[in-house]
């Protein structure tokens, strides 16, 4: 068979050298016993020189391991955003907060402090009368203080005519759970008796954004008060520049 054949003839040609090399091994070592000159010395070291050079160049070298490339992360077409960081942003089923964080983070244009008066945009009652008999916080306006408070520093005051006024106040604020979170706490909800009061604690705070139903309180801090938002359903415009008008707070958020 010619695979048969080719292996004897290599085979064959495999002995003959390695008898010449026997033989030519044999004759160094004799002259190298028999003639200790400078030159057989050379001639040694020459041939043993080309002896591992020839080793070396026949021997078959073993294949070197390949090492495993590194895996790419997958390509993202330009301006598609990362699934994961869009995940940590905005968990499943929060989209409807995060809708309403980057609304009132829209509105209030970079404001930090926030001062809110309590009759008529948090209470769902108008009158000072009606704060000593009862108060009750409007369910649509929960989530949104929240958001609030996550984002700034808020605090909430109003104008009372007696102690049961503001044991009312607290007492529904609690209930509402906007307490809860750390963002509001009883310490920010300040009463005084009269709007000058009101006006003053606006000021002292130095408050970025405040929220009223009271057209003085407003025109009279709009000098101070970077922006303002005026709670009420008629129009503004005798308002300052700087005064927003809105028949409630939710609806200026939304």
């Known amino acids: 068979m010619p695979g048969l054949a080719a292996e004897q003839d290599a085979f ?3 002995r003959r050298v390695a008898r010449a090399l026997n033989r030519r091994v044999t ?3 004799t002259l190298l016993f028999n003639h200790r000159t400078a030159g057989s010395l050379g001639a040694v070291a020459g041939f043993a020189i080309a002896v591992v050079f020839a080793w070396k160049f026949l021997r078959p ?3 070197r391991p390949r090492r495993p490339s590194p895996k790419r992360p997958p390509a993202t ?3 598609a955003p990362d699934s994961s960081l869009s995940d940590a942003a905005e968990p499943a089923g929060d989209s409807g907060k995060a809708t309403t964080r980057q609304i009132v983070a829209k509105r209030l244009s ?3 402090k926030v001062t809110c008066q309590l ?5 769902e009652e108008k009158t000072s009368e009606e704060l000593q008999k009862h108060a009750t916080v409007r369910p649509s306006v929960v989530e949104l203080l929240l958001e609030m408070s996550r984002y700034c520093d808020i605090y909430l005051m109003e104008t009372v005519l007696d102690d049961k006024s503001e044991e009312n106040s607290l007492m529904a604020l609690e209930t509402a759970g906007l307490f809860k979170t750390g963002g509001l706490m009883k310490e920010k909800v300040l009463f005084c008796s009269t709007e000058v009061g009101r006006t003053s604690f606006v000021r002292q705070l130095e408050s ?6 009271s057209l003085d309180v407003v025109s009279q801090l709009s000098r101070f008060i970077r922006c303002q938002l005026f709670i009420s359903s008629m129009e503004g415009g005798q ?9 409630s707070l939710e609806q200026f958020f939304s």
């Open 208 to 213: 970025d954004f405040h929220i009223d139903t």
């Open 110 to 112: 970079g404001c930090r």
């Open 239 to 247: 308002l300052a520049a700087n005064v927003f008008n809105s028949p």
């Open 12 to 14: 064959s040609l495999v």
């Open 119 to 123: 009759l008529g945009v948090v209470f």
């Open 77 to 79: 077409t330009a301006g």
């Open 61 to 63: 070298s073993p294949g």
């Open 27 to 29: 004759d160094v070592v």
